[in-house]
């Protein structure tokens, strides 16, 4: 089953193992993993501490949905660039700079 690591720090799990690379966890905060118990099958799953919460499987619209959110809005893009022009970077041509 795909676990979200909701941490905010890298962190390692010597008990358990990353499905999809074979070898111990390592996790990043954001990322989703397929976890399992490295050895020993009663470890609660996913490891109690806290961090952890059910992943959309990939392609549900619920993942679809979660990676929308993280993108930035056309609000967001519209200030960064604003203050991008502020500092005179990306300065726009324009007629007048042209000539």
Known sequence: MLFAYTGSDNRSYPDYADRT??????TAPGGTYD?????????PMPPND???????????????LAELEQRETPAQVQAQ??????????TPRTPESEA
């Open 21 to 26: 690379t074979g070898r111990m966890l390592y």
């Open 35 to 43: 976890i399992r118990p490295a050895s020993n099958p009663d470890l």
């Open 50 to 64: 806290g961090r952890w919460e059910p992943a959309p499987p990939p392609g549900s619209a619920a993942a679809m």
């Open 81 to 90: 660039l604003q203050a991008d022009l502020a500092d005179g970077e990306n």
